[in-house]
């Protein structure tokens, strides 16, 4: 059931415009041709193809680049709630392989937040729903407000 009470709505407009100002600054997730699929309070869900240039050697996609869209996906998440939130840690398993022309999914869900910090969990899936990537992230509030309310 979704909470559509006032209180809720605005909470969701703010994490929407909380996205959109991090997004308008992020030339990173830009340039590698993410896209922001949804977001909310405390979730985001990113999306990016495999281009020619992303994969490596082995034929198979990048795992650094693979961890990027999971880490863009967890900062929009952590950043949702309007306050300055970076990384203060991340691990990521690679599960399966990841190759040109695959469309991936990086769904962000908060699984913990007290005080300054927070717990994310971002599930990577390709275009046929497949799990390739599990990443988790801690993140740790900083001084300032992305956008003042």
Not at 99 to 112: I, K, N, Q, S
Not at 117 to 126: H, Q
Request: with cysteine; hydrophobic share 40%; glycine share 12%.
């Amino acid at each position: 059931m979704t909470d559509e009470s006032p209180k809720a709505r605005e909470r969701q407009r703010s994490a929407e415009r909380t996205v959109e100002a991090l997004w308008r600054g992020d030339a990173a997730s830009q340039g590698l041709g993410m896209q922001v699929e949804s977001s909310g309070p405390g979730h985001a869900t990113l999306s990016m193809r495999v281009r020619p240039d992303m994969v490596n050697g082995h034929g198979i996609c990048h795992g650094g680049l693979v961890f990027t869209l999971a880490d863009s996906a967890f900062a929009f998440a952590c950043n949702s709630y309007g306050d300055n939130t970076v990384a203060a840690g991340a691990a990521i398993e690679f599960l399966k392989r990841v190759h040109e022309g695959d469309v991936l999914h990086a769904a962000a869900t908060e699984r913990w937040r007290a005080g300054r910090a927070g717990i994310y969990e971002v599930e990577v899936r390709n275009q046929r729903g497949e799990l390739v990537a599990l990443f988790r992230g801690r993140s740790h509030q900083v001084a300032g407000r992305v956008i003042d309310d």
